[in-house]
């Protein structure tokens, strides 16, 4: 078997396991082969456990992709690689990225495998235009970054999805995160 085939079977199983569960929606999902000298994702589900007419306050939006995640035996070594944790103030029609999984430099689940693969760009994505959806008026969030590599990479990132990033200590790599919605 090709690797590629390894991949759609991965992928297959996965998306299926999601589908059954009824904790989990899925927001986005592309399943092409990756051509060679590709760097973004091709194969990848975006989903998450947020749910419009609850009470939850803290939900996650997880992406997840077979490429470079496929151990020796033909399973996932992760269920997904870039997730978004939020906090919900309803009353104050407020979301609060509170963990940037991936997006960040020294996260534990940021393996060096899927760096640079545009994950945290479809992580954030399907956050705003969830939050859309659910009417949210403001969404924030607080950074930091060990390096500087991964500071300029999130000074670039979040502008493009409208947010505003005010750096508070570039030293440390400190900035606060905001998006108006309404």
Sequence with gaps: MSVQTDYDEIYAKRLAAIEKDPALTILSSMDQARPEGTTKATQYIVYTD?????????????????????????????????????DVNRWSQRMHITVLETLGSESRLAFYDFQNMGLAQLALKAFVNLARKSEAGILDG?????????????????????????????????????????
Excluded at 56 to 68: A, G, K, L, M, N
């Design 142 to 182: 607080n950074i930091s970054s060990f390096d500087k590599e991964n500071f300029a990479k999130l000074q670039h990132i979040f502008p493009k999805f409208g947010f505003t990033f005010d750096v508070l200590d570039a030293d440390q790599g400190l900035a606060k995160i905001e998006l108006k919605l309404k």
């Design 50 to 86: 947020y749910k419009a007419n609850s009470s939850q306050t803290r939900f996650t939006i997880s992406v997840y992709t077979p490429f470079e995640n496929v151990d020796k035996y033909g399973h996932s070594k992760a269920d997904f690689q870039s997730q978004l944790l939020v």
